[in-house]
């Protein structure tokens, strides 16, 4: 048990779920090492949600809302970290959860949908791998026809770089949410939230029951200038103890 004392309370949890997602089956060994990743740049970030990553929860919510079909992928940190709130948004904005792995494995996508239907999830897709993401080699590149393949607009949290840039090379609407500015993932998509998925998920809900003009809030969208502000935001703590 970790005491709610403790000043580390938060992240020690996070860690916790996602070592057990490791010994479920749900999460890829390396899915701990992305983990890491992301709780070093969180710390830069303050751990909380800084005002550029509102914003982008606002620009996603505003594309999800004007998508024709849009797709939630999942992957096993993503669904032990927010499984529960990325159901809620799939209910929310009508889109579809699709359980899609960089490490594919039957058993492993298996045992997320199964977590996923626990939450409530309906109809998940991903065990089905009958398309493929256009210029990508090995397992890597399988996808659903009915989620990804026929999406316009795809979330792709916690996603690898050269996945997001097949997607956007299919010329798909991509939105990510993305600890690190300054990963390949963060630069290609075309919405980048800076924040721990744990409170991105629940703001892009939020934002989406806000919206009134999708079109104005994409309009004015910048994720090249959003990146920016996360990285100054950073650099500034780094050079201030505050
Ligand atoms: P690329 O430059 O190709 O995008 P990458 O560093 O993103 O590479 P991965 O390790 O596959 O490669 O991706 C994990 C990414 O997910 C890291 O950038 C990390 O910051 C981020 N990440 C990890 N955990 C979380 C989390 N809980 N919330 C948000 N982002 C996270
Ligand atoms: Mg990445």
Known sequence: ???????????????????????????????????????????????????????????????MRVAKKAVISVNGNAAMLAGKEIVKLGKETNAKIEVNLFHRSRERIEKIIRLLESYGGENILGMEG????????????????????????????????????ALKKMGKIVLTVDLNPLSRTARMADVTIVDNITRAIPNIRKEYKKIRDAEKIIREWNNEKNLQQALDFICDRLRNLY
């Not at 057990?20 to 701990?32: A, D, P």
């Open 130 to 165: 009958d398309a493929r993401i256009d210029g990508l080699e090995h397992d890597r590149a399988i996808c659903s026809y009915d989620g990804i393949y026929t999406a316009d607009v795809v979330l792709v949290p916690l996603e690898d770089g050269d996945r997001c840039e």
């Open 1 to 63: 048990m970790i005491p709610k004392s403790h000043p580390r309370y938060e992240s020690l949890i996070l860690r916790k779920k996602i070592a057990e997602g490791v010994e479920k089956g749900i999460v890829h060994i390396t899915g701990l090492i992305a983990h890491g990743r992301g709780e070093a740049f969180d710390y830069l970030l303050g751990e909380k949600t800084q005002s550029f990553a509102s914003k982008a929860a606002r620009a996603a919510a505003a594309f």
